[in-house]
């Protein structure tokens, strides 16, 4: 028998509960035993909570085992692991378990098969196939694709993806720029960093594309300084993508070039802002502009400039290779395609659920998630960051598509679902909202700048007991001046976790304080 | 470990950058890598170098949470305080965390073994907490084990 070969994920995740010990000692055993392997880091496979999750590629198909603590390392090899022998920790045929067998992986769908950073391995898989494609259309009716597919800025704001290059197709300009949005800042998301860390070749053929439509050949991913894993396989999948001639100039021998440079942030939070993200990406201070202007006409540079999230970008090559209809025929109502939903915080099966739009909350937290990881019962779930609303039970049974969660007050945002089991004290996370904006506040508008603050002090009031119904009131003036009043969407959406907790959760605003939980 | 300033080191750093396209940002974080802060000497050296006042540079230093005034420790914690990492925890560990090392948020331990500072997201939202020391990303930390990492660093 030649080698086996052997799969342990290379994702940050993975790494950060032991995927590279996992690694080693596996190395170290096969020698010990004269057993020539091969090992490849592959991506995760977004089931967070098995990590590291360590496959053996057998006849029958790949055997997933974990999570798999140095320790075991030893029994599995006793076990016949390599041979998919039975293990306590496994779970069979990976692409049998339920868990991913009941998702619509389309934008992912190659997330953990593959090595990320191997070139080959992502053209066998269908890489490349929508550059192909595009380089045979007009730009023209590569926009109408993608605007007939539905596919909306998976960022948050959820505008026409079709429509926004079209603009930008339509401005003349000198130079236009193509900007990926890679400052995943809202706590509880993580897909856009498993994009650039688990495959990230179909974000550059994303950008390539969206260059090629709106006749851009400067592309800039503007990534967090958190992501440190992202920004090197970035780098590094820039280089081979241009090696093989994928980006750069003349793109598979055509007409078009395309250039890609990752630009690290420095740790501000709306930064993730478009606009602030321009000034930014120009070397000021992050501060918020006004629009008008539109960006499609005056952005990065005061040039014509396409903004788009990670995940949209990385979409745009599957629907290219697979059709409008092929996308569009996923979802509900004006939700198109499918949603990268990211279960976190309290939750026993943490991970990446890629659904169609219109599966409920319910079924994401309790079908996927399995209730919390404290076996707790889930009392509160914050939706769309940490500018979203925290929803009660009662209204976990909502379809998850933006329509319906804007129809009770909360916002899908970038698809992060982070839960909270009964012991969590609302007042202290209303009150953590207001921080996080007095920290995070690019300090232009008075509203977000002045509001955020007074809101934390008036919530030390509430969380001490003082005065409580005036308080309410007085915090409720603050948060209505801060929707109508602010710029941009911090300081328009800080009030929204703020109110729904008022709204869902004001049991919490009488406690007395003695009753408290202190940290 | 970060190095001791050294003002033509800096220099020949900053020069890299003076044609980058919005380059002070790249350039800044070029100048933390190498000594684990900006020294306010540098100051004017970047305003030449990308053409703005000092004043500009200045507010630019100071916009940004990652880029420090002053020297940090030998190794820099970062604990993320985001929902997520709160729901499993995170404020209890954060305050362990100060009670161990006896220093408070955005502050260095006294030996100047540790800098200690709050984040907003580490994306590790599914193995909250999170605790990212220098480059290194943890994922699951409960007090003990970050005792044993910060003991594990200090040996």
């Known amino acids: ?519 | 470990m970060p190095k001791s300033w050294e003002a033509l080191r800096a220099s020949t750093i900053i020069d890299q950058f003076k044609d980058v396209r919005g380059g002070l940002l790249p350039a800044l974080h070029a100048l933390q890598e190498e000594f684990g802060f900006v020294d306010d000497s540098a100051i004017p050296v970047l305003a030449t170098a990308f053409n703005q006042t000092s004043a500009d540079v200045f507010g630019v230093i100071t916009y940004y949470h990652d880029f420090k005034r002053t020297r940090p420790g030998r190794y820099t914690i970062k604990v993320c305080r985001g929902e997520a990492c709160q729901a499993m925890g995170a404020e209890e560990l954060i305050a362990d965390i100060k009670r161990r090392l006896k220093v408070e948020v955005g502050a260095k331990t006294a030996d100047g073994e540790f800098s200690l500072d709050q984040v907003f997201c580490l994306g590790n939202c599914a193995l909250s907490p999170a605790v990212m020391v220098d480059h290194t990303l943890y994922g699951r930390v409960s007090a003990d084990r970050m005792d044993k990492i910060c003991k594990g660093l200090r040996a």
């Open chain 1, 1 to 519: 028998m030649s080698h086996i070969t052997i799969y342990v994920p290379n994702d940050s995740a993975a790494r950060s509960v032991g995927a590279e010990d996992v690694a080693d000692a596996i190395v170290t055993e096969s020698a010990k035993r004269n057993i020539e392997i091969k090992l490849i880091r592959n991506g995760t496979r977004g089931m967070l909570w098995l990590e590291p999750l360590v496959e053996v590629a057998t006849p029958l198909g790949r055997v997933a085992y974990g999570p798999v603590d140095v320790s075991d390392v030893t029994g599995l090899f006793e076990a016949g692991f390599l041979t998919g022998g039975s293990h306590k920790l496994s779970h069979g045929l990976t692409d049998q378990m339920e868990w991913l067998k009941n998702q619509d992986r389309v934008t992912f769908c190659r997330l953990g098969i593959t090595d990320p950073l191997n070139p080959d391995d992502y053209a066998a898989n269908g890489g490349l196939d929508g550059l192909k494609k595009a380089l045979t259309l007009s730009a023209h009716d590569i926009i109408a694709e993608v605007t007939h597919s539905g596919l909306r800025g998976r960022g948050g704001a959820a505008s026409s993806t079709g429509n926004k290059w079209k603009s930008v197709r339509n401005e003349h300009a000198e130079e236009k720029f193509i900007c990926c949005n890679a400052d995943e800042g809202d706590s509880g998301t993580y897909a856009d960093r498993m994009v650039m860390e688990d495959d990230p070749f179909m974000l550059l053929e994303g950008m390539a594309i969206a260059g090629i439509a709106v006749g851009a050949t400067q592309g800039y991913i503007y990534l967090r300084s958190e992501y440190i894993q992202a920004k090197e396989h970035l780098e590094a999948a820039i280089s081979l993508a241009t090696e093989r001639n994928w980006i750069g100039a003349h793109i598979l021998g055509s007409t078009h070039s395309f250039f890609v440079e990752v630009r690290v942030g420095a740790g501000s939070y709306v930064c993730g802002e478009q606009t602030a993200m321009l000034e930014s990406l120009e070397g000021k201070r992050g501060i918020v502009r006004a629009q008008p202007p539109a960006l499609t006409q005056v952005g990065l540079w005061g040039k014509p400039t396409v903004v788009n999230n990670v995940l949209t970008l990385a979409t745009v090559p599957v629907i290219l290779a697979k059709g409008a209809a092929f996308y569009k025929a996923y979802g509900v109502g004006h939700s198109h395609g499918t949603q990268s939903f990211q279960l976190a915080g309290n939750i026993r099966q943490g991970g990446l659920v890629e659904k169609a739009f219109g599966i409920s909350l319910n079924d994401l937290i309790h079908q996927f998630g399995g209730g919390t990881a404290t076996g707790r019962p889930v009392r509160a779930v914050q939706v769309g960051g940490p500018l979203g609303a925290y929803l009660p039970v009662k209204h976990l049974d909502v379809s998850g598509d933006y329509e319906s969660i804007d129809a009770i007050n909360g916002i899908m945002g970038h698809g992060g679902i982070v839960v909270f089991d009964d012991t969590v004290d609302m007042v202290k996370q209303a009150q953590f909202a207001m921080e996080f904006c007095v920290e995070e506040s690019c300090g232009k508008c008075t509203p977000c700048r002045i509001g955020s603050v007074r809101g934390m002090e008036i919530l030390d009031d509430l969380l001490a007991g003082d005065d409580v119904e005036a308080n309410l009131i007085l915090l409720q003036d603050v948060c209505d001046v801060m929707v109508d009043g602010s710029l941009c969407g911090m300081g328009r959406s800080t009030p929204l976790p703020v109110q729904s907790a008022m709204d869902h959760f004001r049991e919490d605003f009488n406690r007395p304080a003695a009753k408290r939980r202190v940290a």
